[in-house]
DNA sequence: CATTATGACGCT
DNA sequence: AGCGTCAT
């Protein structure tokens, strides 16, 4: 199987961390009443009690449930306690959660080789390096071991799984003495995790499940199994086993239409079932039948026998920042005045969450997108009315203004609706309004967009010399923080943000699929992928078009008079040369005096 | 009238 | 650029 000693080698660890019904720790620790009892976060509590966004561990074995309104979980629960997510600009403001998850989160990167927040309450981690460290050291291992009170091969907390699942979570599943084996790595990870735990809750209060493996689709399969505040290994070993029983559902990708096209038209029940069909007979599916798309194909392939080489990215901030607000029945807008009305609110917010993202990570947003769903229109059919369903949802975006605040937002997306938003869309009435800002870049100035205009600049120049070096943002320089006693061990100064690169779930590298389904080391050899082993002829001749892309170089109109201003003069003169070289002479004259007037 | 708000990312 | 899917 995959006991090699080159699986080992090249073996990760990685973690998916999980906070325990979230919102309500956030809501009891600003009120200690609510801790030990029965309880749920529910936003707009006016109609039917709110709808449940959260609930706590009590509330959960009293059958009530998440998307439930509020009062019918006081049905099934009457002593529940209901807490109403705080409002601000007649919008749930989720302000609260978001900065709690950050702290706990700079927690976790401060003592994880990576951390990649993923979402208000979730991250992975890769500890790798720290696992293997610690394995290099088995006295010290043992010690901390001890200290941090993780079971290793023994049968754990499992009292709510069946015998299948114990079979396969701790019981004799880990041999740290066995410095060959994947699962070394993985109880030295289980002991740093407990060490991060602790952490985490020592430095915010809040309690965390994980799940440690091999990869993030197995170490996310298993961090809730043994919710809350427990953590769960998954030892390559088991988790042939595991695929083989697991309802495909409930594997990260299969839960929606794929994964009902598969169960229903292809009879899968288990995810280890889509092992009988090979990677051709992947492709042909996708290309007889539509039932998968073709691009899905290798990664289907890959996750059914528990490989995933989606690698752990170093962020913690967000890609990308929006809000809304849905406006049901007779609440929808039926007015431009009115949408102009929720625009101006929901822009205050996304205008402070910007402020707060330049203070925190010195994000700056280089786009914005308005998005608005709007009613079923009604439509007469043989003298009947018809009410057609399936609402209709549509985007624009706008280049972001250079100061985002609430009016320059507004202002920006009104500028963009009132073109779309015509008759027909007011009579049908707009039931979801959403803005966000996108494009995030990383800029190390107050002023906004400086930095990025020197990209531009020396990206647009040809040459780059070393002397341009000092131009370019520079990757914080990590702190070398002194650490004392046992945190200095195993803590690791915050890494600083990298954009990520594009991943592409097929195309990337890593395609050999083996017949051995235990084995989850990442293959690194580049097989034909699905893609062009079909799509040969094709895939070449889009090739120019799509994965070549040339960068867009400057014009007068990308740049901002007072950002212009505040250039030293020898790099004015560095930005108008290098527009002067794509642009016909007399047009640059011309602009050159006007450009006060921004596109 | 009622599963909200918010992310990430793939496809075209 | 805009739309669709998936997740919680």
New binding site residues.
């Given amino acids: 199987m995959s006991h090699t000693s080159k699986a080992t080698e090249r073996a990760r660890c990685v973690v998916h961390v999980d906070l325990d019904c979230f919102y309500v720790q956030v809501e009891r620790k600003m009120n200690p009443e609510l801790l030990k009892v029965p309880c749920a976060v529910v936003?707009?509590n006016?109609?039917q009690g709110g709808?449940i966004?959260a609930l706590s561990y009590e509330a959960k074995a009293r059958g009530v449930r998440?998307?439930m309104r509020g009062n019918d979980a006081r049905v099934v629960c009457p002593d529940i306690r209901l807490v109403t997510v705080p409002t601000a600009n007649e919008?749930?403001?989720?302000t609260r959660y978001?900065n709690a998850g950050s702290s706990v989160f700079e927690v976790c990167a401060r003592h994880s080789d990576l951390c990649e927040r993923?979402?208000?309450?979730?991250a992975y981690l890769d500890i790798t390096l720290q696992a293997r460290t610690l394995l290099s050291n088995m006295d010290e291992f043992k010690r901390r071991l001890r200290l941090s009170g993780v079971m290793i091969g023994t049968e754990s907390n499992l009292a709510d799984s069946d015998e299948f699942e114990k079979e396969i979570f701790w019981k004799d599943s880990l041999q740290p003495e066995n410095n060959d084996t994947q699962d070394s790595l993985l109880a030295a990870g289980s002991v740093i995790v407990a060490e991060i735990r602790a952490a985490v809750k020592d430095k915010t209060g809040y309690t965390l499940s994980a799940g440690i493996s091999h990869n993030k689709m197995l170490s996310?399969l298993v961090s809730g199994k043994n919710k809350p505040n427990k953590q769960t290994v998954l030892s390559s070993t088991k988790v042939e086993k595991l695929l083989s029983r697991l309802p495909l559902r409930d594997?990260?990708?299969?839960?929606?239409?794929?994964?009902d096209k598969l169960i229903d038209k292809c009879s899968i029940k288990y995810v280890g079932d889509l092992k009988k069909y090979s990677l051709m007979k992947l492709a042909k599916m996708a290309i007889g039948s539509e039932i998968v798309?073709?691009?899905?194909a290798t990664w289907m392939s890959q996750a059914c026998r528990g490989i995933c080489t989606e690698t752990v990215?170093s962020r913690i901030a967000?890609?990308?920042?929006?809000?809304?607000?849905?406006f049901?029945?007779?609440?929808r807008l039926r007015s431009i005045d009115n949408v102009k009305e929720y625009i101006d609110k929901l822009s205050i917010?996304l205008a402070e969450?910007l402020q707060n993202a330049k203070q925190k990570h010195r994000q700056v947003a280089k786009?914005i997108?308005v998005?608005y769903h709007t009613g079923s229109k009604t439509v007469k059919r043989k003298g009947q009315e018809i009410n057609l369903t399936g609402n209709i949802?549509?985007?624009?975006?706008c280049r972001c203004p250079a100061t985002p605040n609430a009016v320059n937002i507004s202002k920006a997306v009104m500028q963009v609706l009132e073109k779309e938003l015509d008759s027909e869309c007011i009579r049908a009435g707009v039931t979801?309004l959403?803005i966000?800002a996108?494009k995030l870049e990383n800029v190390r100035d107050e002023a906004t967009g400086i930095d990025t205009l020197l990209k531009k600049v020396v990206s647009a120049s040809t040459a780059t010399s070393e002397s341009d070096s000092h131009l370019y943002i520079q990757k914080p320089k990590q702190a070398a923080k002194r650490r004392t006693g046992i945190e200095q061990m195993f803590t690791r100064p915050l890494t600083p943000y990298e954009p990520?690169k594009?991943?592409?779930?097929?195309l990337q590298a890593a395609t050999r699929v083996s017949n051995d389904g235990g084995d989850i080391q990442q293959k690194e050899e580049t097989k034909p992928t699905i893609h062009n082993l079909f799509f040969r002829a094709k895939s070449k001749s889009t090739k120019s078009n799509?994965s070549i892309r040339i960068q867009n170089q400057l014009t007068w109109n990308q740049v901002d008079q007072t950002v212009f201003r505040e250039l030293p003069s020898e790099l004015q003169k560095e930005v108008m040369s290098s527009i002067r070289s794509e642009m016909p002479q007399q047009a640059t004259r011309r602009k050159r005096f006007k450009w006060s007037q921004k596109p």
């Fill in positions: 936003q707009y006016k109609f709808g966004i998440r998307s919008k749930a403001d989720l978001r993923t979402s208000i309450d979730e996310k594997l990260n990708g299969f839960g929606g239409k794929l994964g798309r073709i691009n899905s990215k967000a890609k990308s920042i929006s809000c809304g607000k849905t049901r029945g007779p609440t917010e969450r786009l997108t998005s949802s549509k985007s624009r975006s979801c959403y966000g996108s990520n594009k991943p592409n779930r097929s799509s």
